[in-house]
């Protein structure tokens, strides 16, 4: 696949969205820009830095591949916790029964991918019970490096942690390093679809069309690219990659996800990645005033060009330019006004 990578736009929109963020600028003063992980989030009484604050971490990560909000998630998995703490104990796991622990995350409303989540907790805390002295804290003992975590934990044959890909790796040393368990070093920031969304909304990495595969531009090649776009622009500019990551993640989903280009319709019965995802028509008047409180004062809308919906994604395994993105036809009246 032929990429191509501007290193300049990244460092103009990425600079932006972290000043941003450091200033608490709209819309990162709202409260709906709270991280998942954020300690309001947390089961009560859980000491931070804790085990036990690790073992939560560890496993909100299994909920942070899309089909529930992560706020929701973090929310949902400490009812989960406070009921039922001694499931997330790796000496629990030769007791724990995954159709019991499918059925627990179901009831407090974890059902997506129950069954498959359940497989890899018992799994998962065995491999800790057994090699990593119960611990997840040891796997990031004596490492400072991105390359190293993945050696411990990547899945690879049977080594490392099932579920566990580069992305996960990722997301697990965001999380330990935001908690203060893992002292800061340099990695790629988690390449979820927030991050898709931004590079390729503002053509910092661009692919031939010619070269999308039926998962769109979701490909080995393309995450490899924009891993190592993240890892080295915080490398040569100094920039803190918990804080990249906060901004970024929390724009997309904040920001972009108003614009009408990047919402879908979706039926409610679905045939898995063959389910039919149909733009919404556009401009209605909800949608100009959406556009009024996000595109309008967006601090990159000048770089933005494309649209990158969710859905193709969450639910087809697809990254998808749907369009050029657009503005509401009003906006092309005030000039015309403004000549009179």
């Known amino acids: 696949m032929a990429l191509k990578v501007d290193h300049e736009r990244a460092r103009t929109v990425f600079d932006r969205l972290v000043a941003a963020y450091s200033r608490r600028e709209y819309p990162f003063n709202q409260p709906e820009a709270a991280l998942p992980q954020a300690e309001e989030n947390l089961p009560r009484g859980i000491v931070l830095r804790s085990r036990q604050h690790a073992l939560f971490l560890f496993a909100l990560c299994y909920w942070m591949r899309g089909g529930v909000e992560s706020g929701t998630a973090a929310r949902q998995l400490s009812r989960l916790y406070e009921g039922l703490p001694w499931i997330f104990l790796p000496e629990s796991a030769r007791i724990l029964d995954r159709g019991l622990l499918a059925a627990c995350f179901s009831e407090v409303g974890l059902g997506f991918n129950a069954r498959q989540i359940a497989a890899l907790w018992k799994m998962n805390l065995e491999t800790l019970a057994s090699r990593w002295g119960g611990d997840p804290r040891n796997l990031f003992k004596g490492i400072s490096t991105y390359e190293e975590a993945c050696a411990r934990i990547q899945r690879k044959g049977t080594n490392g942690f099932g579920g566990f890909q580069e992305k996960m790796v990722s997301m697990i040393t965001y999380f330990y390093m935001d908690a203060g368990i893992v002292d800061p070093w340099n990695f790629p920031i988690p390449v979820d679809f927030h991050c898709l969304r931004q590079v390729f909304a503002h053509e910092i990495v661009v692919a031939e069309r010619s070269d999308a595969t039926q998962n769109g531009f979701y ?121 009179h």
Not at 240 to 264: E, K, R, T
Not at 324 to 329: L, S, T
């Open 219 to 339: 490909t080995k090649p393309v995450l490899a690219a924009v891993r190592a776009l993240l890892h080295g622009h915080c490398v040569r500019h100094g920039v803190d990659p918990l804080i990249l990551c906060n901004a970024v993640w929390l724009y997309s989903g904040l920001m972009c996800n108003q614009h009408p280009g990047n919402i879908s319709i979706v039926p409610k019965e679905r045939n898995g990645r063959s389910t039919k995802i149909v733009p919404v028509p556009r401009w209605t008047a909800a949608q100009t005033r959406a556009f009024d409180r996000t595109c309008r004062i967006c601090v990159v809308r000048d770089t933005c060009h494309w649209c990158v919906p969710s859905a193709p994604y969450y639910i087809g395994g697809r990254i998808e330019l749907r369009s050029m993105r657009d503005e509401p036809p009003q906006q092309s009246l005030f000039p015309l006004l403004t000549d």
